[in-house]
């Protein structure tokens, strides 16, 4: 029986509820989930490389998932990250048209890299709809809600696990 690898990356800054549920959803459709916090130059971060990778570890490892799991961050080219890892598939999160357009324009970008980078195997990448309940959730939104901290503590925990609030409250004192 062969091991299914699937890769599940994001930038998580920070991690949410919404992206636990999709962690414990992927969990069930593989034998390894790789968590890749991903590091793009293009991008600004609220949170450093280093604390989105600490949250992450923080939140998932308080989940009981039913598959072997690896928490990691990079700065390569996901297709680099595939085929290092030798997997199956990426899993993505889709909560709305908007992201489903975007992730249709990164399968063919990824697709196309991997013609020429990945030789190994073939690929997919699986979408999971959000639950209608987690589907307003964002990293935007917590974000937002951290420039005023009154309102994060007040709704944080909407969006947020107990031990991510917790960290990010740590991270909010000492910066």
Wanted: with cysteine.
């Amino acid at each position: 029986m062969t091991t299914k690898i699937a890769i599940l990356p994001a930038s998580f800054d920070p991690i949410t509820l919404g992206h636990l549920d999709l962690i414990k959803r992927s969990a069930g459709l593989c034998d390894h989930l790789v968590i890749l916090v991903m590091n793009n130059f293009g991008k600004s971060y609220t949170f450093s490389f280093e604390q989105r990778l600490e949250l992450v570890r923080l939140a998932v490892g308080k989940l009981n998932l039913e598959c072997k799991t690896t928490i990691s961050g990079s700065t390569k080219l996901l297709v680099d990250e595939m085929e290092a890892y030798n997997a199956d598939f990426i899993i993505r999160g889709i909560r709305n048209s908007q992201d489903l357009e975007y992730e249709k324009t990164q399968e063919t970008i990824n697709k196309s890299l991997a013609k020429k980078s990945y030789t190994s195997k073939d690929f997919e990448i699986v979408y999971l709809v959000s639950k209608p309940e987690l589907a307003h959730i964002s990293s935007t939104s917590v974000r937002h809600l951290l420039t005023n901290k009154e309102n994060f503590q007040t709704y944080s925990d909407v969006w947020l696990s107990e031990e991510v609030i917790k960290k990010i409250k740590e991270y909010l004192e000492n910066a």
